[in-house]
């Protein structure tokens, strides 16, 4: 009888070789790190680059998403190539899990039924018992439950970077936007205690971390069920306290519920990244309203402002929905003068996908023709903006984490890769008779092209103050 958790063709092995397959947002790379505990803690051991392939794979997980109609599309076309990966190995078992697991638990077993487990964003930590009963009576197995189970963090994790670690705060979402199916898959908002989260990121220290990205669906309402409305720029603080973490950022802030003492916090507080992800989503009052965005673009603009003000060197990105149900030309323009106005350095664009059991898919939808038409406008402006910041850092000097030291053959050059203090990606070329950079290493060197969405800092003599320097 093989170990719970451990396929038949792993227990003659000892061992079970699994991969996670991650669809989505922070949150979801996050959950897989969870799952990847979980499973390693009942025996599995990770599959290599080799063997992702599926040819010695024992469990394949997809972890899901529901944000996008695209992304549901994803999933099935995934499971429909692992079909043939089954027909061949029917011994390896195939789980699916994350948000769409969580709203279309029956659906996906109607629709793909080789596949073995079912399991939600509540319940990560059934999954090594759904597999072992998957294996005992040859049938599907389907758990999804509506209450969490344990929080994220009281689950083993197999953190995917050495360097970076993502650690969570709360969650769940309390908004009501009309476009999203978040609340309906996640819950309800819930806050860990903050001693929780500081006992975990010294963990992440301990054990070699520089970096830690703080999540949550809201970050910035952390402490608003507690009553305590200054209770997230209290965390940030109390991180400047941790000694060995260099990095400090957080994913996705509300604009409602982003005050002045975040912005002083992030200001006053060494290691927290001037950095910030502020969702948009559309420049029209008209649209925010039908959206349910409990803000305008005035208020927006002035939180912008702010933190400019408080943080000239600011890199500032966010999300836009084009396309929304009724938005008209004017609406759109209002998003691009907006966009034009608040020269974010990258913005992630969305065409608006309906997602039913929400109340924007029975809205009246704007054509496609029209919403592709405004979303290439829209990318166009974006890119142009995108390119005079990144051209912005050429003759600067940039200090980089390096997060990937194994070498990028380029232009002759072997680079390693890493991210500067406000998230841009910067891949540096090392000097003749330099140290070769190490993942965890901080390189500060000058800024010599800029790409598209990325730096490069190369060697060249041409600049007589080109800096390089190696800290580990």
């Not at 964003?121 to 969490?148: C, F, G, M, W, Y």
């Not at 106005?341 to 990258?346: G, H, L, V, Y």
């Not at 051209?391 to 680079?415: I, N, P, W």
């Not at 800024?447 to 969405?453: E, F, L, N």
Request: charged letters at 25%.
């Amino acid at each position: 009888m093989p170990r719970v958790g451990e396929s038949d063709s792993a227990a003659g092995r000892g061992l079970g070789v699994y991969y996670v397959h991650t669809l989505g947002c922070q949150m979801n790379v996050h959950d897989s790190e969870r799952i990847s505990g979980v499973l390693e803690s009942t025996g599995y051991v990770q599959a290599n680059a080799d063997q992702v392939e599926g040819k010695d794979l024992d469990l394949i997980v997809l972890n899901t998403c529901a944000v996008r109609e695209n992304a549901s599309d994803k999933m099935y076309g995934t499971l429909g190539m692992w079909a043939e990966l089954k027909r061949e190995r029917p011994d390896m078992q195939i789980a699916v899990g994350g948000c769409m697991a969580q709203k279309d638990r029956d659906r996906i077993a109607q629709r793909a039924p080789w596949v073995d487990a079912v399991f939600g964003t509540k319940n990560i930590a059934s999954l090594p018992n759904l597999l072992h009963e998957a294996r005992d009576s040859h049938h599907s197995q389907v758990e999804v439950l509506q209450d969490l189970e344990y929080f994220p963090s009281q689950l083993p994790v197999s953190r995917a970077s050495a360097v970076s670690s993502w650690v969570s705060i709360s969650v769940g979402c309390n908004n009501t936007c009309t476009f999203c199916i978040v609340p309906a898959v996640r819950g309800k908002e819930r806050d860990r205690r903050a001693g929780d989260v500081l006992d975990e990121i010294q963990r992440c220290v301990d054990g070699g971390a520089k970096e830690v990205t703080l999540l949550g669906q809201n970050v910035n309402s952390y402490g608003y069920s507690t009553g305590d409305r200054f209770a997230f720029s209290k965390l940030l603080r109390a991180c400047g306290d941790i000694e060995g973490l260099e990095r400090v950022r957080f994913t996705s802030p509300h604009p409602a519920a982003f005050t002045d003492d975040v912005i002083t916090a992030m200001a006053e507080t060494p290691n927290i990244m001037h950095q910030l992800h502020m969702p948009l989503q559309s420049g029209s009052d008209r649209i925010l309203r039908a959206m349910r965005r409990s803000y305008r673009s005035e208020r927006f603009t002035t939180i912008l402002g702010k933190v400019r003000d408080a943080m000239p060197d600011a890199q500032i990105s966010t999300d836009i929905i084009v396309g929304f149900p009724g938005e008209s030309d004017e609406d759109f323009e209002q998003t691009m003068r907006m966009v034009e106005e608040s020269r974010f350095s990258s913005a992630f664009t969305f065409q608006y996908s309906p997602r039913p059991g929400t109340p924007a898919a029975s809205m009246q939808q704007v054509p496609h023709d029209v919403v592709q038409e405004r979303f290439e406008r829209l990318n166009h402006l974006q890119e142009a903006i995108t390119a005079e910041q990144m051209q912005a850092f050429v003759g600067h000097d940039v200090e980089v984490l390096v997060t990937d030291a194994k070498g990028r053959k380029d232009a002759d050059t072997k680079r390693v890769t890493g991210r500067e203090r406000s998230g841009t990606l910067v891949h540096i070329g090392t000097p003749e008779g330099c140290p070769r950079p190490q993942v965890g290493d901080v390189v500060t060197c000058t800024v010599t092209h800029a790409g598209k969405h990325y730096l490069i800092a190369d060697p060249d003599p041409r600049l007589i103050d080109h800096r390089y320097t190696v800290r580990r």
